[in-house]
T-cell receptor, first 113, second 114 residues
Framework: NAGVTQTPKFQVLKTGQSMTLQCAQD?????MSWYRQDPGMGLRLIHY???????DQGEVPNGYNVSRSTTEDFPLRLLSAAPSQTSVYFC????????????FGQGTRLTVV | AQSVTQPDIHITVSEGASLELRCNYS??????LFWYVQSPGQGLQLLLK??????LVQGIKGFEAEFKRSQSSFNLRKPSVHWSDAAEYFC????????????FGTGTRLTVIP
């Protein structure tokens, strides 16, 4: 049972480059989210989705785009990477029924130079 | 505004000693509370959660937490710490439906000494 799978695990980008962080889940969860983790700041919500075709902004959405064309996948796009986007990115999913918890992927460590 | 405060950035305890990690929250609706643990280079693993009912909840690995509404707190405890408990611990608060949009504390790093 794979759960939430993130690729790649590590990535180095140059300033201005674009890339997509992939996230896939096999639990048929409707809710998916992206968080970034920075030292001393915990995890902060970037974007989230409550189902295919529906996305919304979280606490720190600037510089990131998302789309949700299928239930399984929720990619995060950086259109023009900046050093401030150096972080560890986590994808999470959960079932929409009440009293559920979020399941997290293993993270993607991104460095922008 | 929603927020979670973990006042202790780093705690060091001896193996076998008891542990309490503090968490205070501010949330505009009924809070649903979680503790996650993160080992170095790993993702987050759920330790326990509180949705309703008994305010003392049991989790995995011998952890428990107590919800105190009057103090807006959800402290994590363990009676006897093991060396393998060394990790970073995060408290989070979220909505009842789809624990998707979580607000996290800044984390407490636990060091266990022999």
């Amino acid at each position: 049972n794979a759960g939430v799978t993130q690729t790649p695990k590590f990535q180095v980008l140059k300033t201005g480059q674009s890339m997509t962080l992939q996230c896939a889940q096999d639990m048929n969860h409707e809710y998916m989210s992206w968080y970034r983790q920075d030292p001393g700041m915990g995890l902060r919500l970037i974007h989230y989705s409550v189902g295919a075709g529906i996305t919304d902004q979280g606490e720190v959405p600037n510089g990131y785009n998302v789309s949700r064309s299928t239930t399984e996948d929720f990619p995060l796009r950086l259109l023009s990477a900046a050093p401030s986007q150096t972080s560890v990115y986590f994808c999470a999913s959960s079932h929409p029924k009440v009293n559920t918890e979020a399941f997290f992927g293993q993270g993607t460590r991104l460095t922008v130079v | 505004a929603q927020s979670v405060t973990q006042p202790d950035i780093h705690i060091t305890v001896s193996e076998g000693a008891s542990l309490e990690l503090r968490c205070n929250y501010s949330y505009g609706a009924t809070p649903y509370l979680f503790w996650y643990v993160q080992s170095p280079g790993q993702g987050l693993q759920l330790l326990l959660k509180y949705f309703s009912g008994d305010t003392l909840v049991q989790g995995i690995k011998g952890f428990e937490a107590e919800f105190k509404r009057s103090q807006s707190s959800f402290n994590l405890r363990k009676p006897s710490v093991h060396w393998s408990d060394a990790a970073e611990y995060f408290c989070a608060v979220g909505a009842r439906t789809g624990a998707n949009n979580l607000f996290f504390g800044t984390g407490t790093r636990l060091t266990v000494i022999p």
